[in-house]
């Protein structure tokens, strides 16, 4: 089973930088033109950084064959000084670059160098060869059997398919029996946006300089990076936080992160003061979801919650919910009648601290229009979810000036086509996400694996937790659910949406790792949330 978003970041921040390929050369660019560290010691810091990872990972190296394959760029260049630090762990290491000595410039060039120099002492354990096609690259391999190799042919800076000599290297690799260590993003993934351009080596661990990158997280980039490491290599953080600002970067949600924002309780708390929360869904034959998300916000805290649904399905929900009470809509053949429902909440409605809309609620005409007369009258924070979602299918801009940065929505893929058109782009999620969140001026919770936060500022957040258990019925609820709760004791859309996800992952994640993950039932986050709260985010 693929893990969660776990991230060897050493030193870095509670919530780590996440670049694009840009940012991250504009951190590099300040960092050797204005910082004045020069590009040769980032690039040794780099590949230092690199071979300690795959010591500690790989480990004892003495006298053990490494292949590293490298590329003629920067990428390349640090795939020649691991090599040589690797050498200095005792292994025995085998270079193939792709490109003759001669074709190499700069730092690269220095570093192939160095490594000639030693061979002079060094030829029972360091061998130099140029990539002289795939067959004779088998039979080396062959010959000197690796038990590892490092793919270091090409960084971040692919936008387009892989091609040959490229494409067949890394079908070679992806074929090899050893583990494969990528350097900073494996070959073939786009850096941005997780796309595998053509093919990619499927790496058993990254190891990524100086901050994540955004592909490594998203699409298929979990998939082929394997493990992840994040290298410190000098730039510094004041110039990773900076370019983090950039559009397609984001920050990645942690533990550190979250615990600061959690609400606590006052000493002479009580019901009210904590905060009430108010969802309205259901519907016939969908009842499941309103009870699902109102136990959600109540599990997280919210201190009194009430739900609101149809008269037709009154009886068997309350029947559902022991502590929470409900509310009936008064409802006819074509659902939830706008103006006798919003009649109905009149009292209730006001003391709501949070409002949830949408869960379990069906797409029944009149049920719509009362959706958006409610949402446009109301000025409480809202979670819109499911349904509610779908009633504002294709009118989200006219609803723009309602949500006014009060709003979370929470669309999965679906659902936000539905929302913004179906030509939206979701391969690029972070800047597409980034891009609706300021037009709707709404914090946006795209839901995926990972799920990403998007503000109407421009900030934007991928979120660390979280496993294929969550890809069950109902846990979409559940999150609306714990959003709400969130958002009812205070916090803020943006602060409520991250900590919902974050500790919902969290849960699922602590649910995974004592029974398997495909008999997960969406309330079983629900059992699992006290105590992933004690154990991962007591202060």
């Not at 699409?219 to 900076?242: H, K």
């Not at 909440?345 to 069906?362: F, S, Y």
């Not at 004592?514 to 986050?525: C, E, K, M, Q, S």
Request: charged share 20%; glycine share 10%; aromatic share 6%.
């Amino acid at each position: 089973m693929r893990r969660s978003l776990a991230v060897h970041h050493g030193s870095l921040p509670p919530l780590p930088p996440v670049l694009t390929a840009d940012a991250m050369r504009e951190a590099d660019r300040f960092t050797i033109e204005e910082y004045g560290v020069p590009g040769f010691t980032l690039m040794e810091s780099a590949g230092r950084g690199a071979a300690d990872r795959i010591a500690a990972a790989y480990g004892p190296l003495a006298d053990q064959p490494a292949m590293i394959l490298c590329g003629k760029g920067n990428n390349g260049g640090d795939g020649l000084v691991v090599a040589r630090q690797l050498l200095a762990y005792g292994a025995e290491v085998h270079v193939v670059t792709m490109d003759p000595p001669d074709a190499l410039r700069g730092d690269p060039a220095r570093n192939y160098a160095l490594l000639e120099q030693l061979r002079a002492s060094e030829r029972d354990r360091l061998t130099l060869r140029v990539f002289d096609g795939l067959d004779a690259l088998d039979a080396y391999a062959q010959r000197v059997r690796p038990a590892l190799y490092v793919d270091a042919l090409l960084g971040t800076g692919l936008t387009s398919a892989l091609r040959e000599p490229i494409r067949g290297v890394v079908s070679w690799l992806n074929d090899r029996p050893a583990p494969v260590v990528a350097i900073d993003v494996p070959t073939g993934l786009h850096s941005d946006t997780g796309a595998v351009l053509g093919d990619a080596v499927v790496a058993d661990r990254t190891v990524t300089m100086a901050a994540l990158k955004a592909g490594l997280l998203l699409g298929e980039g979990p998939r082929v990076a394997g493990a992840l490491d994040v290298i410190e290599i000098g730039i510094p953080r004041f110039a990773l936080d900076r370019a983090a600002e950039a559009p397609g970067c984001a920050r990645l949600t942690t533990d550190a992160g979250v615990r600061r924002w959690l609400p606590t309780r006052a000493h002479d708390a009580y019901k009210y003061s904590v905060g009430m929360a108010l969802v309205v869904g259901g519907a016939p034959g969908y009842t499941g979801a309103p009870v699902m998300a109102a136990q959600a916000a109540a599990r997280a805290g919210a201190g009194y919650v009430a739900c609101a649904c149809p008269s037709a399905v009154q009886p068997i929900l309350a029947g559902k919910l022991t502590e929470i009470p409900t509310i009936a809509l008064p409802d006819g053949e074509a659902g939830i009648r706008p103006d006798a429902a919003l009649q109905a909440l009149d009292d209730t409605l006001p003391r709501a601290r949070a409002l949830l809309v949408g869960p379990g609620l069906g797409r029944a005409p009149d049920t719509a229009r009362f959706v958006q007369a409610l949402l446009r009258q109301s000025d409480r924070p809202a979670v819109v979810d499911a349904d509610g979602l779908n009633a504002l299918a294709g009118q989200m801009n006219a609803f723009a000036p309602h949500a006014a940065g009060r709003w979370i929505l929470t669309p999965h893929a679906g659902e936000f086509r539905r929302l913004a058109g179906s030509d939206a782009d979701l391969e690029d999620r972070l800047r597409t996400a980034q891009a609706y969140a300021e037009r709707w001026n709404c914090v946006l919770l795209l839901k995926g694996m990972p799920s990403v936060v998007a503000c109407p500022d421009g900030t934007a957040y991928v979120n660390g937790t979280g496993n294929p258990a969550l890809a069950t019925a109902g846990t979409g609820d559940v999150l609306a659910g714990f959003c709400t709760g969130f958002l009812a004791q205070g916090l803020t859309p943006k602060h409520a949406a991250l900590c919902a996800l974050h500790v919902g992952g969290a849960a699922a994640d602590r649910y995974a790792a004592r029974v398997h993950a495909r008999t997960t039932v969406a309330l079983d986050l629900l059992d699992q949330l006290p105590s992933v709260l004690d154990e991962r985010f007591a202060v």
